[in-house]
């Protein structure tokens, strides 16, 4: 959806009639963007990526046959396996698809993608899902009904999700783009580099800082966003700079080193005043246990950890010994 940001405000500057498309239920397909949506206007032209665009054609059919004063229309869409190869997708699979046009979503919603933040668009549907309402909802905000508290929890993963909600009074779609974790990386070296690479490959940010005051001055600045990595094992460097992301409340806080460095810096901590409650936060030995030996490996255990702890997922053991859906 954030790549969507240039071409919208474009679209609306220039009064272009033009619809936003994105799923409400998706089944099948695969592994799939999250966050993928489509703009399409009135003459066809589509800018955005929805199952490698195999249902563009459809979607500005539909978008053309929305007559005036609809503000939503819900398509059922599917896909067999022989078209799903053509398009290059991993299977076939079904979806509703929302539109809107795009003079209905709240030009807030834009403006705070493009900046970055953590943000969620809750669209309420009446019962015939012709008629729709959008509004934002910021990830500081509060939590006023279902569809509020549940844009909360999604932002709170720090991935991009969606999730249908149905009430009495209709449908609820609720879509949230939280901003991309920050990966704080304290110290240097080959691992760092490698991280840093990781991360960026995810889609993330990363940073290296050398030292506790630069770690902090980071760390403040994008608190809700921060994922502190701790390679240094100098103590005037890594003892505050945890403390302070403890403190400070950032998603996720790991610690690089041995366990008799791991039992160091615990003691280093609650000196410093640390809690218990607050060091069961740190995770420290650092990563999953995925056997890892060399840089890369240890840099895949450390990403594999953080995305798992912003998901809620740690813990959940390998895919085949779970169940229920794979691409929650």
């Known amino acids: 959806m ?35 949506a489509v703009l399409v206007d009135a003459r066809g032209e589509c800018v955005g990526g929805l199952y490698h665009g195999v249902f563009d054609a459809e979607l500005v059919a539909e978008a053309g046959a929305m007559g005036g004063g609809v503000t939503a229309r819900v398509c059922e869409v599917s896909v067999r396996r022989a078209e799903a190869e053509e398009a290059k997708l991993t299977c076939g699979g079904q979806a509703e698809v929302l539109l809107q046009p ?54 709170a993963t720090r991935r991009a999700g969606r999730d249908a909600l149905y009430g ?9 783009y939280p901003s991309a974790p920050y990966v704080v ?30 770690a902090k001055k980071v760390i403040a600045a994008r608190r809700d966003a921060a994922c ?44 410093a005043g ?3 409650d607050q060091l069961g ?14 840089p890369a490996e240890t840099a895949l255990a450390i990403c594999a950890e953080i995305l798992g702890v912003l998901g809620a997922r740690i813990g959940a053991g390998a895919l085949r010994d779970t169940e229920g859906p794979i691409n929650p």
């Open 281 to 294: 936060l740190v995770h420290g030995p650092i990563g999953l246990d995925l056997g890892a030996r060399t």
């Open 185 to 214: 990386i304290g110290g240097g070296g080959e691992l760092a580099g490698i991280i840093e690479r990781q991360a960026l490959l995810l889609g993330w940010e990363a940073v290296l800082v050398e030292g506790a005051a630069e």
């Open 228 to 271: 502190v990595v701790m390679l240094s094992h100098d103590e005037a460097f890594d003892v505050p700079t945890l403390r302070f992301a403890l403190d400070e409340g950032v998603p996720y806080i790991g610690a690089l080193g041995s366990r008799r460095t791991a039992t160091r810096r615990r003691e280093g901590l609650i000196a």
């Open 102 to 155: 795009l003079s209905a979503i709240p030009g807030e919603w834009w403006e705070l993608l493009g900046e970055g933040v953590g943000v969620a668009l809750v669209t309420r549907l009446n019962e015939d899902a012709d008629q729709a309402v959008s509004e934002v909802v910021r990830a500081d905000a509060g939590a006023p009904d279902d569809a509020g508290r549940r844009a909360g929890e999604l932002l």
């Open 2 to 36: 954030r790549e969507l940001v240039d071409t919208a405000r474009q679209w609306a500057a220039e009064g272009r009639v033009a619809f936003l498309a994105r799923p409400v239920t998706e089944q099948g397909f695969g592994p799939r963007d999250p966050g993928g």
């Open 168 to 176: 009495e009074s209709g449908l609820v779609l609720v879509e949230a």
């Open 274 to 276: 640390v809690s218990e």
